[in-house]
């Protein structure tokens, strides 16, 4: 009986260990940051831009956000922030930085979504550390959604607290009649760059032509050149890229690359279609990557040229430029609040009242005299009977010196406070993170002992 009892005993304490153990084991959720104020300027080139402002498709818009909070509003490690933008404006890659304070230390990591248009910052424990005066600084590209701003006109909407307008000229279908070439950096990885090049959009006859294509400094070649002829649309006057990307291609060629004398590829030369003596009636379309291969500036611009000739035309040449987007950040905060403390010397008055003592005597005297004449037969007695009792009560006599107002002083305590008034008070930092990591860590800790220690009576007792 005993045996069981102590089993019974040895479950119960192994689901008390498990209860403890896990019940706190619990990290509290992050929070998204909802409440502050942010003051935007968007400029092109550095100008502000208004309604007067020409923007053209894909032409980039810087946008700078001006974030302060309340002293009220909590922030701590992994708690988020995130800037939507306006359905007219569009990210182009995605780009992951750190917002850092002036003393080098990371505030937050900042990551922009082209597929949700959104930027989000998720924060460290600085701003818990450091809480007073937090502010913050984001500046990222954009550019006009072509998905969503379609046609070339005056376009308007509101991000942050301002209202802006811009007049947009949509040029996607402007591929040129002989050549058209552009670049943009890949959404997901901004070290790519995606070029696209369109020869003969007109279909025209080119008799076999050469493509020359030369990368400029700072990118090689990845992947393969794919370069597809495809053949002429009957009934269409200009070959656009919505045309091509709907039609099947009629031919894909080899390229022939060229390099340095590190084995980088720095660029391509079509020649193919010169010596099989083909006439190019249709548009030519060609499409490659290429990768940043060290660290640029901001604003850093990547080239490529494109030069082609044939035997009935004389060599043309374009250059286009990517300039790759890039985002920054930075942030701070105060540690301290500045506070004024008045100290006043402290006074205190004693008034001495001195009045004359007062000295009462009663005197209480009481004589009474009885007299009484009795007489009997012949004898006459007389009585007289008297009281001499007196009572004299006098009042205890206390003297006391009259004190001269003159020489008498108020006592004066005079309290001074020796302690420098300090401009700044400092905020104690809490060696505890917010979340409660470490509460539910411990508390888990604990858990386990005591499920170890119940294991092991339990253990102890069946053997």
Same mark, same amino acid.
């Not at 304490?13 to 003051?39: D, M, P, Q, R």
């Not at 092109?44 to 020409?54: E, K, L, N, Q, Y």
């Not at 800037?83 to 990551?111: C, H, M, R, W, Y």
């Given at each position: 009986?005993?045996?069981?009892?102590?089993?019974?005993?040895?479950?119960?304490?192994?689901?008390?260990?498990?209860?403890?153990?896990?019940?706190?084991?619990?990290?509290?959720?992050?929070?998204?940051?909802?409440?502050?104020?942010?003051?935007?300027?968007?400029?092109?080139?550095?100008?502000?831009?208004?309604?007067?402002?020409?923007?053209?498709?894909?032409?980039?818009?810087?946008?700078?956000?001006?974030i302060?909070?309340?002293?009220?509003?909590?922030?701590?490690?992994?708690?988020?922030?995130?800037?939507?933008?306006?359905?007219e404006?569009?990210?182009?890659?995605?780009?992951?930085?750190?917002?850092?304070?002036?003393e080098?230390?990371k505030?937050?990591?900042?990551?922009?979504?082209?597929?949700?248009?959104?930027?989000?910052?998720?924060?460290?424990?600085?701003?818990?550390?450091?809480?007073?005066?937090?502010?913050?600084?984001?500046?990222?590209?954009?550019?006009?959604?072509?998905?969503?701003?379609?046609?070339?006109?005056?376009?308007?909407?509101?991000?942050?607290?301002?209202?802006?307008?811009?007049?947009?000229?949509?040029?996607?279908?402007?591929?040129?009649?002989?050549?058209?070439?552009?670049?943009?950096?890949?959404?997901?990885?901004?070290?790519?760059?995606?070029?696209?090049?369109?020869?003969?959009?007109?279909q025209?006859?080119?008799?076999?032509?050469?493509?020359?294509?030369?990368f400029?400094?700072?990118?090689?070649?990845?992947?393969?050149?794919?370069?597809?002829?495809?053949?002429?649309?009957?009934?269409?006057?200009?070959?656009?890229?919505?045309?091509?990307?709907?039609?099947?291609?009629?031919?894909?060629?080899?390229?022939?690359?060229?390099?340095?004398?590190?084995?980088?590829?720095?660029?391509?030369?079509?020649?193919?279609?010169?010596?099989?003596?083909?006439?190019?009636?249709?548009?030519?379309?060609?499409?490659?990557?290429?990768?940043v291969?060290?660290?640029?500036?901001?604003?850093?611009?990547?080239?490529?040229?494109?030069?082609?000739?044939?035997s009935n035309?004389?060599?043309r040449?374009?250059?286009?430029?990517?300039?790759?987007?890039?985002? &920054?950040?930075?942030?701070?905060?105060?540690?301290?609040? $500045? /506070?004024? =403390? +008045? %100290?006043?010397? #402290? *006074? !205190?008055?004693? @008034?001495?009242?001195?009045?004359?003592?007062?000295?009462?005597?009663t005197?209480?005297?009481?004589?009474?005299? &009885?007299?009484?004449?009795?007489?009997?037969?012949?004898? $006459? /007695?007389? =009585? +007289? %009977?008297?009281? #001499? *009792? !007196?009572?004299? @009560?006098?009042?205890?006599?206390?003297?006391?010196?009259?004190?001269?107002?003159?020489?008498?002083?108020?006592?004066?305590?005079?309290?001074v406070?020796?302690?420098?008034?300090?401009?700044? =008070? +400092?905020?104690?930092?809490?060696?505890?993170?917010? @979340?409660?990591?470490?509460?539910?860590?411990?508390?888990?800790?604990?858990?386990?002992?005591?499920?170890?220690?119940?294991?092991?009576?339990?253990?102890?007792?069946?053997?």
């Amino acid at each position: 009986m005993k045996r069981k009892i102590v089993n019974v005993l040895s479950i119960a304490v192994l689901i008390v260990s498990l209860f403890v153990g896990f019940k706190n084991v619990v990290t509290a959720k992050a929070a998204e940051v909802t409440n502050y104020t942010n003051t935007t300027a968007i400029t092109v080139g550095g100008t502000p831009i208004s309604a007067g402002t020409s923007v053209t498709n894909g032409q980039t818009l810087t946008v700078t956000n001006n974030i302060t909070f309340p002293d009220s509003q909590t922030i701590n490690a992994g708690d988020t922030l995130t800037l939507k933008l306006p359905s007219e404006l569009a990210l182009q890659t995605t780009l992951t930085f750190d917002v850092n304070n002036s003393e080098g230390i990371k505030v937050g990591t900042a990551v922009t979504s082209p597929s949700k248009g959104t930027v989000t910052v998720t924060f460290t424990d600085q701003f818990s550390k450091v809480p007073q005066n937090k502010r913050m600084q984001l500046q990222f590209s954009t550019t006009i959604n072509t998905a969503t701003v379609t046609e070339s006109g005056p376009v308007s909407f509101t991000y942050g607290n301002e209202s802006y307008t811009v007049t947009y000229n949509a040029t996607s279908g402007d591929v040129g009649f002989y050549e058209y070439k552009y670049g943009y950096q890949d959404k997901a990885d901004p070290s790519l760059i995606r070029w696209k090049v369109i020869i003969n959009a007109g279909q025209d006859i080119l008799k076999s032509p050469i493509i020359t294509d030369t990368f400029g400094e700072g990118h090689t070649l990845v992947g393969n050149v794919r370069a597809a002829r495809y053949a002429k649309m009957s009934g269409v006057t200009l070959v656009t890229e919505a045309d091509i990307a709907k039609a099947s291609a009629a031919d894909v060629y080899p390229v022939n690359l060229t390099t340095d004398a590190s084995g980088a590829t720095t660029g391509f030369t079509i020649t193919d279609m010169q010596r099989r003596g083909i006439w190019l009636d249709g548009a030519l379309y060609i499409e490659y990557t290429t990768k940043v291969t060290k660290d640029s500036p901001k604003g850093t611009a990547f080239t490529n040229s494109l030069s082609w000739s044939a035997s009935n035309f004389a060599e043309r040449s374009i250059t286009k430029s990517v300039v790759i987007e890039t985002a &920054s950040g930075s942030a701070d905060s105060d540690n301290t609040t $500045t /506070t004024t =403390t +008045t %100290t006043e010397a #402290p *006074t !205190t008055s004693t @008034t001495t009242t001195t009045e004359a003592p007062t000295t009462s005597t009663t005197t209480t005297e009481a004589s009474t005299t &009885s007299t009484t004449a009795t007489t009997t037969g012949s004898t $006459t /007695t007389v =009585t +007289t %009977t008297e009281d #001499p *009792t !007196t009572t004299t @009560t006098e009042a205890s006599t206390t003297t006391t010196k009259p004190v001269d107002p003159a020489t008498t002083k108020a006592s004066t305590t005079t309290t001074v406070n020796t302690t420098k008034p300090s401009a700044k =008070t +400092t905020v104690k930092k809490s060696s505890l993170p917010s @979340t409660g990591e470490q509460t539910g860590l411990w508390t888990g800790l604990l858990g386990v002992i005591l499920m170890g220690s119940g294991l092991f009576f339990y253990r102890s007792r069946k053997n």
